[in-house]
């Protein structure tokens, strides 16, 4: 889980995990966490370990960030909608993954909107073309379907990309 400062990185890895989170705490570093998931693969279902990385956003000792990027099988990476300037640092990241992480690393792109819709600064379509320009996937969550399901589907999506 990447992107910039305030994007909901850790209140979207609170929601997957199902515990509450309300009042912002900024990730120092990262935080790891491990469950187990069970996921459906086309013949049967299969339980796996994910380990799931909480990045700091904040620039601060980005350098040591980078080296964990070698380890990561799937990126997701999480802009504001209603903050433009943390969608332009996706073009950083998109850099540091391309650079850092293994060849086949799978990204979702997505744009965490939870401000009114009046406030919005990066456009849906913008997201999706600079989501194809990097070969990802992109996906918005908003109010509307900012749930379980919703996180649960990026994430189950990303682990089938890696086991095919
Ligand atoms: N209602 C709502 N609030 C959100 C959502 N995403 C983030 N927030 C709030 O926005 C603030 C920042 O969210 P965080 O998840 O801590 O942001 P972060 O990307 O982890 O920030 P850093 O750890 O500093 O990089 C918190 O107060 C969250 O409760 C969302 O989808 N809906
Ligand atoms: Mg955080």
């Not at 990385?53 to 070698?70: R, V």
């Not at 109010?143 to 399901?149: K, P």
């Not at 649960?152 to 890696?162: A, F, V, W």
């Amino acid at each position: 889980m990447s992107g910039a400062e305030k994007t909901g990185k850790t209140y979207l890895t609170k929601l997957f995990l199902k515990q509450q989170y309300k009042q912002y705490i900024p990730t120092l570093g990262y935080d790891i966490v491990n469950v187990t998931k069970n996921i459906d693969l086309i013949y049967r279902e299969q339980q796996i370990q994910l380990s799931l990385w909480d990045m700091q956003g904040s620039e601060q000792y980005d350098s040591i960030i980078q080296a964990y990027y070698a380890n990561a099988q799937a990126v997701i990476l999480v802009f504001n909608c209603n903050d433009r300037k943390s969608f332009d640092k996706c073009n950083t990241y998109m850099n540091h993954i391309k650079t850092f992480c293994i060849d086949y690393v799978q990204v979702s792109l997505v744009g965490n909107s939870f401000s009114d819709e009046i406030n919005r600064e990066v456009s849906y379509d913008e997201a999706v073309d600079f989501a194809s320009l990097h070969d990802t996937i992109y996906v918005e969550i908003t109010s509307q379907n900012s749930s379980y399901a919703t996180i649960d589907n990026i994430i189950s999506k990303l682990i089938n990309m890696i086991i095919k």
